[in-house]
DNA sequence: GTCTATAGCGGGATAGAC
DNA sequence: GTCTATCCCGCTATAGAC
């Protein structure tokens, strides 16, 4: 049957929307570029995608998605503390090479964004995350296991070490100049560095 | 004379261009927001900045010397090695907040920019900062004043615990729903904490 | 220096032929 | 489903009146 069959044009042109959403913005790419990308035409992304915008929410939304959602589980589970949080970084340094610009991409589009879709986003993804790190630190630093750390200062230090790695990969490449493969192997290398970097931190 | 006296539509183009291109980015901003938002019009705009392109150039040399050049100077300092790390953290977290979509504007920008751009930069900054703290570590490292840890893991540990807060401020207060000022107060409060976590990972 | 008018292009969206 | 043609708007840039 035709219809369940997928058409090819809207796969190609789903890709295409993601390399330049993702590499250059939203306000960045055009519906033609996206169409000429994807050896298709206007009138394809149209049909297939009715506007610009709705397009770009399928993809904003499955990068949100990478970035926060997949790592959530690891963060809720029933592990020992420590080995929570190294299996939060690791998490995060085994994910993001897949995906080294999804980072950038996610944070930076959100502040360009019009309140009308943070909000939708804001409504998809509660504070769940949050709040439940935010018992599994409580818990640990009452039973002493770790020094008494504000539980946002060490959520925040551990994003920080897991996102800006990826962040910085243009500024390190392109500004300073240093080769993008070496710096990926640098960043690859970097994941033990953090976790014994957090964990040395936290020690009683 | 007329020559010297600032024209105050100037000062007002640029002031209202810093605002937009810093929370919209190159592509998300036009001749005509920065014209309305400075109450000229797209004639001044041209007449004092020539082009959009330079416009943004000016503004961006601008953000990238506050982001990089002015935290330099302590890098390249003589202070003891953790006096100077220490240092190195807490003139980001004095500065930044006076200036806190800088590290994200300039990082994106970077990523979404042609490399033209992109080369000019590199050219006006070389990589002096990043060799005199190799330097700086690993004389540390052979005293045994600190604990062998590569440069580059120290280096990236310090510039995303120092950066990122700033450039997660976004996402914190749209997405998660803190307050902004609730999240600058959180932030001011992480600078000590940073600092503390850095020298603690760092013990021999 | 200031401002209007407009050139010339590229943007998103739409209609309708096939 | 596919594709061309086109509308209408906003964009940067320019020319030239005052």
Redesign the pocket.
Known sequence: M??SQP?G?KDRILKAAKELFISKGFAGT????IASASD?????V??YFQ???NLFEIIFDEAFDILINRVSATITSDLPFEEMIERWITTYFELLPHYPQIPMFVLSEINHSPDALVDKIARKNPEKIFNRLSERMEEEIKKGTIRPVPVFDLGLNILSLCMFPFMFSGFATRTVGIPRSEYNALVANHKQHVVDFVLRALKP
Chains 1, 2 share one sequence.
């Open positions: 035709t219809k058409s044009v055009s519906i033609r570029d298709s035409n206007v009138a394809h149209k049909y506007s610009k915008a």
